[in-house]
């Protein structure tokens, strides 16, 4: 039998982990449904409205599972945390007040949207997804921007004892880290999104060549684009968001970096391999520059560093390859467009890569998460609270944890079912070969 505070602390990372993959398609696949619809609208092509409203399903099921894993996670820092609730309460309140609000303004143009599709005029319920995706987008930053404060606390007010007695309830939206974690996580679910459901059209295509047609060819397109175009920018933003850790959080960044001793002129280490004084380089711009190493840092403040290292790596590397795939998939369509080569969309290297990139951003969000969250150990908020102190005095908490794995495995069976069914619904047809045309990128 685990310890409370091991249990407590795999149950959120579970949760955690449940919530966080089905939320960014929850915040992604408006932008991509909302695309369709308005290029159907304007080309008057039946195919993308038809793509636009089997999206709209797959919203609709992911709205309901982002809500109630996040309405879990929710209460699961007041069962799990309520000394880290009683005192920093006030300090993200607004964060999650916020959400709320983003919240039902997304499940209220949602309802519209669902229901409208033959009750309102093409350009009205167009307008409508418009609040879905903004709401679903503002709602998940709203929420990261307490995991930020977290990650870098500021507007603690104390008293004449020293004691902890307010909290600036703007502190979210202040804190060091929250634009580039901001930036990020929006990035993040734009990412996932169009990689997944690229990878879905990828695989139909790839298991049955009649379904290499204009409507397949089509969704793999909207999602590859929103994919692999956020992928550069991903990369410029994650390289931010790093020089902030280490600036802001250098316990961090010596775990994410394997950084043991301080030195000047740090090496760079990408997986076996060592870069003398790169990272230095990186960080500062100088081959000399001192980076703060594990050595500096009080034993007892110390996060788990292996896992850490191993976590930035797996995120890093997946970036990378994205990187290049983006690269790839450019120069293709590039050739498609100007040479006339053979569309990417009948290319079955191109189609398997497509496949396999699918699951490798959701890999690398989960990394991410991990080496935020770790990384920040012993600390649950940095420098202030630890862990520990912050922990409920219930005990039995493992009988939790094992019951959430319960749950969770049965509601992820029922929603990949769910989504399955929907990908294997009717398509449209292509119109005449005389009116045929190539998918734009």
Request: net charge positive; aromatic share 10%.
């Amino acid at each position: 039998m685990i310890d409370d505070l091991t249990a407590a602390r795999e149950q959120m990372a579970l949760s955690l982990s449940f919530h966080i993959v089905f939320a960014v398609l929850g915040v992604g696949m408006p932008w991509l449904m909302l695309a369709a619809e308005w290029r159907g609208l304007r080309t008057g092509d039946a195919r993308w409205t038809a793509l636009a409203r089997r999206w709209s399903k797959a919203v609709a099921v992911l709205f309901a599972v982002g809500a109630v894993s996040g309405t879990v996670l929710s209460i699961e820092f007041g069962l799990l945390w309520p000394t880290f609730m009683e005192r920093f309460g006030a300090a993200i309140g607004l964060s999650f007040t916020l959400e709320s609000f983003a919240f039902f303004i997304e499940a209220i143009f949602l309802a519209l949207y669902l229901y409208g599709w033959e009750r309102l005029s093409p350009t009205v319920h167009l307008l409508c997804a418009v609040p879905v995706a903004l709401g679903g987008m503002a709602s998940a930053l709203f929420v990261t921007t307490a995991n930020a404060w977290m990650n870098g606390p500021v507007g603690l007010i104390t008293g004449p004892d020293g004691r902890l007695v307010a909290t600036e309830p703007l502190g979210p939206f202040l804190a060091s880290t929250a634009a580039p974690q901001l930036a990020h996580m929006g990035l993040a679910a734009l990412l996932c999104t169009g990689l997944a459901v690229a990878a879905v059209y990828a695989v139909a295509m790839l298991r049955d060549p009649a379904k290499r047609d204009g409507y397949h060819r089509r969704g793999l397109a909207a999602g590859a684009t929103l994919g692999l175009v956020t992928a550069p920018l991903q990369v410029l933003v994650g390289d931010w968001a790093t020089r902030a850790v280490a600036e802001y959080q250098p316990a961090k960044f010596a775990a994410m970096e394997g950084v043991t001793r301080t030195q000047d002129g740090a090496p760079f280490h990408a997986g076996p391999f060592e870069i003398p004084r790169l990272l230095s380089v990186l960080l500062y711009f100088d081959p000399n520059a001192r980076v703060v190493g594990m050595d500096a840092i009080p034993p007892p403040d110390r996060p788990p560093a292996a896992i850490t290292h191993l976590s930035f790596q797996v995120m890093v590397g997946i970036g990378t390859a994205l990187l290049a795939l983006a690269a790839w998939a450019a120069w293709l369509y590039w050739r498609h467009y100007r040479r006339g080569a053979a569309h990417p969309g009948t290319r079955r290297g191109f189609l398997l890569a497509m496949a396999l990139a699918g699951p490798a951003p959701f890999v690398a969000l989960l990394a991410g998460w991990i080496v935020t969250e770790v990384g920040r150990q012993p600390w649950i908020v940095y420098r202030v609270m630890r862990t520990p102190e912050a922990l409920t005095t219930q005990t039995g908490l493992a009988t939790y944890l094992y019951a959430t794995i319960a749950v969770y495995l049965a509601l992820s069976v029922g929603l990949v079912a769910i989504l399955r069914r929907i990908a294997r619904g009717p398509t449209p047809a292509d119109p005449a070969p005389a009116r045929a045309e190539e998918v734009p990128a």
